[in-house]
């Protein structure tokens, strides 16, 4: 049994090498004017497997084995690169909210910014006034 299970393991993991190569978590560049953007993402794997060696007495065969496989690949983008000039950025995509309270804590560092500029204005108004 051991045998069987190895080469359908070994023919398994030799596929999914060949389609999770480095290619695909940095993607090929794309190229606009004097800017190019590399695609950057994530690679998540799941493999499940097992295997029984089944002996049938009553046919007299010995050693008949049943196996099975299975595989799920999913592929996330997760930043993007970005290259103009002498400038490199860094972009990252951010997944969306999933709650309100998720949505609240995202929002709060632009309503912060937004609460000091006008604390701001009304102090800078009011000494101009004085």
């Known amino acids: 049994m051991s045998k069987n299970v190895s080469e359908v393991l070994n023919a398994s993991l030799s596929r ?5 190569d480095a290619n695909m978590v940095v993607g090929q560049s794309i190229v606009v004017g004097d800017t190019t953007i590399i695609p950057v993402s994530k690679i998540t794997v799941g493999l499940a497997s097992g295997g029984a060696d089944l002996a049938n007495k009553a046919a007299g ?13 999913s592929l996330s983008p997760v930043a993007f690169i970005i290259l103009q000039g002498e400038r490199i950025r ?27 500029d006008l604390l701001n204005n009304r102090t800078s108004s009011q000494s101009e006034q004085n």
């Not at 999914?16 to 999770?20: E, L, P, Y």
């Not at 065969?61 to 690949?73: A, D």
Request: hydrophobic content about 40%.
């Open 16 to 20: 999914i090498r060949d389609m999770a």
């Open 61 to 73: 065969l010995e050693g008949s084995f049943g196996g099975g496989i299975g595989c799920g690949v």
């Open 90 to 116: 860094v972009v990252p995509v951010d997944e969306p909210a999933k709650t309100s309270a998720d949505r609240l804590i995202e929002q709060l560092p632009g309503l912060v910014d937004k609460l000091s």
